[in-house]
């Protein structure tokens, strides 16, 4: 029995609010001079999930130059930055559970590449976030604008 081409269009036409779900790839450096590649990163508000991917591109151990990539509003960063301090490497420089911080990865150090995926729901269109790194002192340098919209 073959099938009518029209039911698979309409079929395909009555899924695609169900399928819209987007994945957007972020890629981003650090280096062992404790800066990150990039200053701003821009995402598009048609983005459902994030994947940032973060390359240290150093050769000093996470140590002496761990670095990770942590999303939060951009008034909370000094806070969640401090409050990681005293956590250690062990747990990424990060005092978790922390509602202020929206997604983070973990400390890598020089040669280790990490991802994060995580949803874009929390995030409003046009708000103020800033990414940086929590490994003691350097979120200062370490900081950029993550725009969504
Ligand atoms: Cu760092």
Redesign the pocket.
């Given at each position: 029995m073959k099938m009518n081409p029209w039911f698979f269009a309409l079929a395909l036409v009555a899924a695609a609010p169900f399928a819209s779900a987007k994945t957007c790839p972020v890629a981003i450096e650090?280096n062992d001079q404790?800066q990150y590649n990039l200053k701003e990163i821009k995402v598009g508000a048609d983005c459902t999930e994030v994947e940032v991917t973060l390359k240290h591109v150093g050769k000093l151990p996470a140590t002496a130059?761990?670095?990770?990539w942590v999303l939060a509003a951009t008034p909370d960063m000094a806070a969640v930055a401090n409050a990681g301090v005293a956590m250690g490497l062990a747990n990424n420089y990060l005092h978790l559970p922390d509602a202020r911080v929206l997604a983070h990865t973990k400390?890598i150090g020089g040669g280790e590449t990490t991802s994060v995926k995580f949803s874009t729901s929390a995030l409003k269109k046009g708000g103020d976030y800033s990414f940086f790194?929590?490994?003691p002192g350097?979120?200062a340098l370490?900081h950029g604008k993550f725009l969504f919209g």
């Open positions: 650090a404790m130059m761990g670095h990770n400390i790194c929590s490994f350097h979120w370490m």
